[in-house]
């Protein structure tokens, strides 16, 4: 990885971070209705995933789906203002967190149910194939959407049809409260491509250069007509489920053993002993962020409210 790249990656992570610490804050200060999900933890995945496309290729996530926005191009002050519930949020202040939509950014969603958005992914790659257009869609889900009829129907159909799209597990080894090895009577998520006769690798999802590296070979693969791949990245939410969760599924214990596998304190060791960039560097982008997301505060606080005419106008009865 270039320099430049790398500096890149450990900017968008640390813009993730803080901008999700300030999004918890503000949501105990009840500027956020709603649910919302923080991703800490998990940043290496959107930001080594995501940087393996184009800007002009889809991605579709799930409700954690701060980070995703973030890295694929949608501002902090809109994604801030959306969680504010602002008419100048991604979604128009009609989602809320977990329904961040911004097609100008091609990234479609955000979507609360769980394994909903694994065919609306699938749904895209295939209009990219009739379409004959040079693009990927690139389908995060959790590890808790895998048990789901969804998950297998879109990949049974996306290896038959060679579709353009990758599928990204997040592997955070939870769903709320429910430990993947009490829920899955295969717990090595990889090992279901198989199944389906499509490439499946297991990633270090708190290791963002593998994470890249992994999701650049797919997504090429994807491009040239090679069809699917499922990558699952193993990693860890370092916080509860929701703001709602007391975490008492899992021990203290196991929590400190994932600490020191922070992937931005990784990546930083890493940037250092590779001796191209100092701490000051470092330092320097940590405070260029705060700003970022302060800026972003003041912009949810200030923007206003959708009106009753927007509100009342996208309700289907
Ligand atoms: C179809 C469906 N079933 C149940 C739920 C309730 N639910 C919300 S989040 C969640 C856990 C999903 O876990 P996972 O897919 O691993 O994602 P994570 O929260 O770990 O990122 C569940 C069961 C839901 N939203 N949709
Ligand atoms: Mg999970």
Partial sequence: MEREQRLLFYRQMVLIRKFEDVAGEMYGRGHVGGFLHLYIGEEACAVGAVNALRHEDY??????????????????????????????????????????????????GGYAIVGGGIPLGAGIALGIQHLGQDLVCLNFFGDGAVNE?????????????????????????????????????VPEIYKRAEAYAIPGQQVDGMDVDAVYRATVDAVERARRGGG??????????????????????????????????????????????????????????????????????????????????????????
């Fill in 228 to 317: 699917p791949t499922l990558i699952e990245a193993i990693t860890y939410r370092f916080k509860g489920h929701s703001m709602a969760d007391a975490v008492m599924y899992r021990s203290r214990q196991e929590e400190e053993t994932w600490r020191p596998r922070d992937p931005i304190a990784l990546f930083r060791d890493q940037l250092l002993l590779s001796g191209t960039v100092t701490a000051a560097e470092l330092d320097a982008i940590g405070v260029e962020q705060d700003a970022v997301v302060a800026d972003a505060v003041r912009y949810a606080e200030e923007s206003p409210e959708p009106t009753l005419e927007k509100m009342f106008g996208d309700v289907y009865a």
């Fill in 59 to 108: 991605i579709v996530t799930h409700y954690r789906d701060h980070g995703h926005a973030l890295v694929k191009g949608c501002s902090p002050r809109a994604v801030m203002a959306e969680l504010f519930g602002k008419a100048t949020g991604v979604s128009s202040g009609m989602g809320g967190s977990m329904h961040l939509f911004c097609p100008i950014n091609r990234m479609m």
């Fill in 149 to 185: 009829g969804t998950f297998h129907e879109a990949l049974n159909l996306a290896s038959l049809w060679k579709l353009p799209v990758v599928f990204f597990c997040e592997n955070n080894q939870y769903a709320m409260g429910t430990a993947l090895s009490r829920s899955s009577a």
